[in-house]
T-cell receptor, first 115, second 109 residues
Framework: DTGVSQDPRHKITKRGQNVTFRCDPI?????LYWYRQTLGQGPEFLTY????????KSRLLSDRFSAERPKGSFSTLEIQRTEQGDSAMYLC?????????????FGPGTRLTVT | GIQVEQSPPDLILQEGANSTLRCNFS?????LQWFHQNPWGQLINLFY???GTKQNGRLSATTVATERYSLLYISSSQTTDSGVYFC???????????FGTGTSLTVIP
């Protein structure tokens, strides 16, 4: 049973460029989450999907951010016109609901550096 | 949202020592998980523990949901236990996690 995978693991980009990250959840999981983590802080929720439907978005998710989960499988997170403040670790997690014992499982993250 | 406070923020231990990490949260929750974040940033699941007590090897955890806190115990610490420990809570199962700011643990040989 493979875990959550994310690609790329590291991305360096120049301010103003667009970037796209991919997340592949655990295969039978129907929920997929995106979080952002800055240095010295805990992860902060961005958005989540139930299958292909985006059910909730945080106020942290500005208009420059868009996420998709076509066909309820993998997901992409795109950041347009990147800013230095976007530099962070972007984490993806997945889970299966409803179940009795419920857990979110996290991927290794994509570390974004905007120069 | 739910406020999650973890203490202490930093902890330095000699190898072999025991420690207790605390997580306080501001509202009733349906889910609580403890994670260990390794130096490469990977969050590793330690416990799913919305209430009660669980043990896994040298680690154990207790959540007292009615008093809104959870404790993570590490016994006979090893250098590989170093990293940041996060507590995360959910108000409703399957929704977003609220994370604390973590406890940074350093175990020295």
């Amino acid at each position: 049973d493979t875990g959550v995978s994310q690609d790329p693991r590291h991305k360096i980009t120049k301010r103003g460029q667009n970037v796209t990250f991919r997340c592949d959840p655990i295969s039978e999981h129907n929920r997929l989450y995106w979080y952002r983590q800055t240095l010295g802080q805990g992860p902060e929720f961005l958005t989540y999907f139930q299958n292909e439907a985006q059910l909730e978005k945080s106020r942290l998710l500005s208009d420059r951010f868009s996420a998709e989960r076509p066909k309820g499988s993998f997901s992409t997170l795109e950041i347009q016109r990147t800013e230095q403040g976007d530099s962070a670790m972007y984490l993806c997690a997945s889970s299966l609901v409803p179940v009795v014992v419920y857990e979110q499982y996290f991927g290794p993250g994509t570390r974004l550096t905007v120069t | 949202g739910i406020q999650v406070e973890q203490s202490p923020p930093d902890l330095i231990l000699q190898e072999g020592a025991n420690s207790t990490l605390r997580c306080n949260f501001s509202d009733s929750v349906n889910n609580l998980q403890w994670f260990h974040q390794n130096p490469w940033g990977q969050l590793i699941n330690l416990f799913y523990i919305p209430s009660g007590t669980k043990q896994n090897g040298r680690l154990s955890a207790t959540t007292v949901a009615t008093e809104r806190y959870s404790l993570l115990y590490i016994s006979s610490s090893q250098t590989t236990d170093s990293g940041v420990y996060f507590c995360a809570v959910e108000r409703y199962t399957g929704n977003q996690f609220y994370f604390g700011t973590g406890t940074s643990l350093t175990v020295i040989p």
